[in-house]
């Protein structure tokens, strides 16, 4: 392996524990909490647990309101348009930024403004004031503020935790979100005709509180090396990059990331199968469980994450979870029974985890700290702008070629690309910490 390639912590980029005695029987398949042994992240994470539901209150609320309001499913998509483009500028902008300033400031100022954010949807809610544009001028102003505060967050991680211990920690912030995924939508789907749109916003709102008061609990964490003075500009994003184009296991990792996503993301085509394929089981039950197989398997993976969060070869991690993702979506689109395609799905949501554990581990020990925020800023807007890509290319192909045969093809072809990449660019299969 090059050195340009070699996986380095700081001296001072974790506070140490003492070692955990080694794990015997089940215990080595259960999730690994290590890095909760740590104070600061331990902090970090619990915030975590309570602002992964509440931001999926939100999430659906938003939606839920324009609909409400215009009786449109164009509008919803045009407000889903309004949040993308702002996250996808300042997640590019807050890397460079949080490659420049203390992170715990950064995030401090960034969760106060999301959960600002949070009460102004309220406000606008209880006032019943029913503004389109005002939605989403609040949406596009959240999400900014999202894509400041997402890069800082992620890279804040390496400097809590050592580097041996990062996949357990990745694991353990994964498994949160999906499990925000799944149980945040099934709350407001419970709460809306209880307590009403309004306070789903406030919940939310007073969620964030708890993460503010987390983060303020976090040490000092300031820019190593050249960092302190420097402007975050466009120059310094191009740097960013650059540093990627010139650092091969850092590209891989990204491409790996969409060409899984890009290729093998079909949820654009549930509700399609729903209502043709799975018509049987009933259309309702059919989309529910079908939005549902990936984020319960993910956290099935999460839950079980000892099972490899102490692996070495993050590399081939990632490869063999890719190439599983790629095999189980194919799986899924050749299946006709609902309750096996669900088994796909959930097999893909496992392999999914294992791949956000390591590709997140090697964004975070492969870069050297100031360029760690730029590589999260790139990192948050492939995870969010791959799936959008897949909506369009799986939709398109769905309409010429047939859901299940589109879904197919793009497992296999994210199997064939993925092995491709993996054979002809050596630097990921060799990186290992």
Not at 8 to 26: L, N, V, Y
Not at 358 to 385: H, N, P, Y
Request: proline letters at 5%.
């Amino acid at each position: 392996m090059d050195t340009s390639e070699s996986s380095t912590t700081e001296p001072d980029s974790a506070t140490t524990a003492t070692a955990a005695p080694p794990r015997r029987g089940w215990r080595r398949w259960a999730m690994d909490t290590r890095p909760l042994r740590i104070p600061a992240y331990r902090r970090l994470w619990s915030s975590t647990i309570v602002t992964a539901v509440g931001s999926q209150l939100t999430a659906v609320a938003v939606p839920k309101q324009i609909y409400d309001i215009t009786h449109s499913s164009a509008w919803v998509g045009y407000a889903s348009l309004a949040g993308l483009v702002p996250m996808v500028v300042f997640a590019l902008w807050g890397g460079a930024v949080a490659d420049t300033v203390d992170r715990r400031k950064l995030l401090l100022v960034t969760n106060s403004g999301i959960a600002v954010t949070s009460v102004l949807f309220w406000a606008q809610a209880v006032t019943g004031l029913d503004s389109v544009v005002v939605l989403m001028v609040l949406l596009a102003a959240q999400q900014a503020f999202f894509g400041l505060n997402s890069p800082a967050r992620s890279a804040s991680v390496a400097r809590l935790v050592p580097a041996e211990e990062l996949p357990a920690a990745q694991a353990l912030g994964s498994t949160v979100m999906q499990t925000g995924l799944v149980a945040g939508p099934l709350l407001a789907g419970v709460l809306i005709p209880v307590i009403g749109l309004p306070e789903l916003y406030l919940i939310d709102a007073l969620a964030l509180c708890v993460t503010v008061w987390a983060v303020f609990r976090l040490p000092a964490l300031p820019p190593l090396g050249e960092g302190p003075g420097r402007r975050a500009g466009v120059r310094e994003i191009a740097a960013g990059f650059r540093y990627i184009a010139g650092h091969k296991v850092l590209l891989l990792s990204f491409l790996a990331d969409i060409v899984a996503m890009v290729f093998g993301m079909p949820r654009a085509l549930f509700p399609q199968l729903a209502a043709q394929t799975y018509a049987s089981y009933g259309e309702g039950l059919a989309l529910g469980v079908l939005f549902a197989g990936i984020p319960v398997g993910a956290v099935l993976g999460g839950l079980f994450s000892g099972a490899f969060s102490r692996a070495r070869r993050h590399g081939w991690m990632v490869i063999g979870a890719v190439v599983g993702w790629g095999v189980a979506i194919a799986g899924f689109g050749l299946s006709g029974n609902l309750w096996l395609a669900v088994a796909f799905l959930a097999a893909a949501g496992v392999a999914d985890m294992v791949s956000m554990v390591f590709r997140g581990a090697i964004l975070l020990s492969a870069a050297t700290d100031e360029m760690r925020g730029r590589m999260q800023g790139v990192f948050t807007v492939v995870v969010a702008g791959g799936p959008r890509l897949a909506d369009v290319l799986h939709g398109t192909a769905g309409s010429a070629f047939g859901p299940r045969a589109a879904v197919a093809g793009g497992g296999a072809l994210v199997v064939a690309v993925m092995l491709g990449l993996a054979a002809a660019v050596p630097a990921l299969r060799r990186y290992r910490i």
